[in-house]
């Protein structure tokens, strides 16, 4: 197998993952792709065929200019981060392609490929949205952290992750690319999910602009009394602030949903062994109240 330079792969992985490395003395090696397993912790699912020909194009004519990322698996390998390449590589007609072996556990390889697909440009908003919330719950990563790692601001982060307070419906549209992401910034605006989901529906009909977007909101928003208006920011403003201590105590993603006088707490879990792990934090909080009220 013919040894390359070896190239490392995003920005400061090793710095959140301790403990992923590469094999003691293993550079970049051909690998056939018959020999390359799946990732089963993709979190992406779709793929732009167009795009994946232009790069198969570009594949077979300069080759693959940087490795893809493996790990092994039995006598073979499995998918670290690289899928993009590695379908294009087979379209081209690729018989084999240049690949880093790392050393990752199945959490370590869901957080690579969670990074690997932020960065991507290409990747949608939801994704992005979605790909975050999961470094949040499970990694305990912050909204810093994740964006120092990623190259983007706290802020840009927040943005992101503020998204998945869309209604189901909405983010259909942003995944669709029917909205952008400055249109789902524009409907948070909104705090009442009938009339998001309306405007939404409303605004790809009428193809407005992310500015004439905003231009509805502040309409809709000023139709109230000063007086509503300043309840509803107090209230959202105290809202995100009790999430946000909600998320600091369980580690995972928490929507707090509904007005001062009712609603519902939404926690997010991705595996049954985080559902098991909240369930404790919870058992173990009723049971502090249950001996403090006991006294």
Not at 73 to 87: N, P, T, Y
Not at 175 to 186: K, T, V
Request: without cysteine.
């Amino acid at each position: 197998m013919t040894k390359r330079k070896r190239k490392a792969l995003g920005k400061g992985l090793d710095e959140i993952f301790p403990g992923i490395s590469e094999d003691e003395g293993q550079g970049a090696m051909e690998v056939s792709v018959g020999r390359i397993g799946a990732n089963p912790f993709q979190p992406r699912k779709e793929w732009n065929r167009d795009e994946i020909a232009s790069l198969a194009r570009s594949i077979a004519s300069q080759g693959i200019l940087q490795p893809l990322v493996v790990r092994r698996s039995g006598g073979d390998f499995q998918l670290i981060a690289g899928e993009r390449r590695l379908r294009a590589a087979i379209e081209a007609g690729l018989s084999s392609v240049p690949v880093i072996v790392r050393e990752a556990d199945d959490q370590q390889m869901l957080a690579l490929a969670l990074v690997e697909n932020i960065q991507r440009k290409d990747l949608g908003p939801v994704e992005k949205a979605e790909a975050f919330s999961r470094l949040s719950s499970e990694f305990g990563l912050t909204q810093e952290q994740m964006g120092e790692r990623v190259g983007m601001s706290r802020s840009a982060v927040a943005n992101f992750q503020r998204l998945l307070d869309l209604p189901g419906k909405v983010l259909d549209l942003l995944r669709g690319g029917e909205l952008s992401m400055g249109h789902g910034r524009a409907l948070l605006g909104l705090s009442d999910n009938t009339r998001i989901m309306r405007v939404a529906v409303n605004a790809v009909k009428r193809e407005l602009s992310v500015r004439q977007l905003e231009e509805r909101v502040r309409e809709l928003n000023t139709t109230g009394t000063g007086t509503e208006r300043r309840k509803t920011v107090e209230e959202s403003a105290e809202t995100r602030k009790l999430q946000d201590s909600l998320q600091r105590i369980l580690k995972t993603r928490v929507r707090i949903r509904g007005k001062a006088g009712a609603g519902r707490i939404e926690i997010s879990y991705h595996s049954l062994e985080e559902l098991d792990r909240l369930l404790e934090l919870i058992r173990a909080g009723g049971n502090s109240a249950g001996k403090t009220a006991g006294k």
